[in-house]
């Protein structure tokens, strides 16, 4: 059976035994009028409670929530997707939207249920996520909720996808107000904000390749992490860099040099050339038998810097591969020149950052199977233990660089904005350590680093409904036919991109204002008259020009 491999999990401030909603609820007669009414004006505004349902489905969880009219979470419930996580070791879009298809209502059903309402004729407003995200997913999480909105004439509104990850900080940190900065670190995105209002935001430093969680999922699988049961692979690397015992500064990877933005890719891509080698050198030791030796180490130079900071084991690993790849039979300064050329990278990194979720934000797709090679064999757990610190640390120095480097940008341009608070928000923000080491610079220069508590910070309907909750106070509210959008651009006055077909209809309710408006038919009708007052006009010429007459 499909349930028996499903995850449902619900939460509930008010449980009942109450009845669950008819299937149609959603196949009702609709209004006529492509919009939705506004929810200052709704019939239910008089009422004593008022409940706003957020919807969902950008990625691989399909979730939802109940709040009322004051922000306080009634309900929520999600499906997880875990199975066919790991089935195509990542994100399948297809896959993915099939299942938030097949679990919609039955999470709608339990999130009701929770919250103790009887159907879906109780709520007073409907807020989804109308992008970015996945294709297929979000078209299921959009469709489903305009016919439940527009089936109940419920105010209706599409909420931006990192918009609502950055917002529902103010939910469990009432003090924090506008402006502040905001970092999205997601498995899709990896963007800082200036934000000043409920819709003005502006993006400061954004990722030019992977995002900050994909990297850490990819660099989990390309090590060969042992994982635990439902443990996302970034959750596994985090937990291997927490070993005391591991070295940060053992494989130290190069940085890049451009500060006005993130990448991640060669990082990822240098970690791949390093372990596929390890794992070479790691079954020429075995396979050779020969031991170290002090005659031996001395034929290592000492100026060697990865040498010297690896730890012993390591270290004996990394001598005994260039011995065998070194004639020993040569001259002591043969070997040496040969061993110069070896890899020398330079430490520059100085944090220390990873991801305990899998990449299940905005717009990460991963493959059907893994693309990246895998070492010839595992490699020993200390090896493994140094190369998850030394990656993350890699990655969180960047991190860490850049939003010292928007932050100095912003006090330059703007020195009117009392900026105190950096919001950290995203799957990657449960990271316990990205936390610390952001709170260790940032305070320093009086500001305040504070995050969503960890079920915020994953993908939810809790934020999807509070962020509509507040737009739909404001007077905001879109037409039933919203169009869904993979990729939403931010701007300092942010709106809802227009699909073309919106475009066009827009355009005509501009003309019909105006007087300005023609369709075919007109047009035709126009050139009948055209050309019946020429043909007129031109016999009463000839009747005039007659000789006779």
Known sequence: MHTSRRSLSAASAAS??????DAASLSSSSPSSPFSPSFLTHPSASSPRRFVLGVETSCDD?????????????????????????????????????????????????????????????LSGVAVTAGPGLAPCLKIGLDWSSRLARSHSLPYIGVHHMQAHAMVAKLDHPSLRFPFLALLVSGGHTEMWLVESWNRMTILVQTC????????????????????????????????????????????????????????????SKLQRLVMQLGRDMEEVEASGRKLTPELEALIPDTDPLTRSMSLPNAYVQKMARLMRLEITKHAEDVAATASHTHQPIITSTAISTSSSPSTDVASTSELAPTTPSPLRPLPLSVQSDLCASFQWSLVDQVCQRVLNAFYLVRHRYPHLNLQHLVVAGGVACNQFLRNQLTQIMTKRGV????????????????????????????????????????????????????????????????KAEGTFENGKMRKRERRQKS???LTQGLNENENTDPEN
């Open 16 to 21: 009942a035994n109450s009845q669950q909603p």
């Open 62 to 122: 399909t979730a939802m929530a109940i709040l009322d009219a004051d922000g306080n979470v009634v309900s929520h419930a999600s499906a997880s997707q875990w199975h066919l996580y790991e089935q195509y070791h990542g994100i399948q879009p297809i896959a993915a939207a099939d299942e938030h298809k097949y679990m919609i209502d039955t999470v709608f059903a339990e999130v009701l249920r929770a919250a103790g309402l009887p159907s879906a004729s109780s």
């Open 209 to 268: 390749d992977d995002a900050i969680g994909e990297a850490f999922d990819k660099g989990a699988r390309m090590i060969q992490i042992e994982r635990r049961k439902n443990e996302a692979p970034g959750a596994a690397l985090e937990r291997m860099a927490s070993n005391p015992n591991a070295n940060p500064h053992a494989y130290p990877l190069q940085q890049p040099k451009r500060m006005d933005q993130f990448s991640f890719a060669g990082i990822k």
């Open 448 to 511: 305040q680093v504070i995050s969503p508590r960890p079920l915020h910070c994953m993908d939810n309907g809790i934020m999807i409904g509070y962020t509509g909750l507040q737009l739909l106070k404001m007077g905001h509210s879109d037409q039933y036919d919203l169009a869904f959008h993979t990729r939403w651009p931010v701007g300092p006055h942010m709106e809802h991109p227009l699909s073309p077909e919106q475009k066009r209809k827009q355009e005509r309710r501009r003309k």
């Open 532 to 534: 019946q007052q020429e």
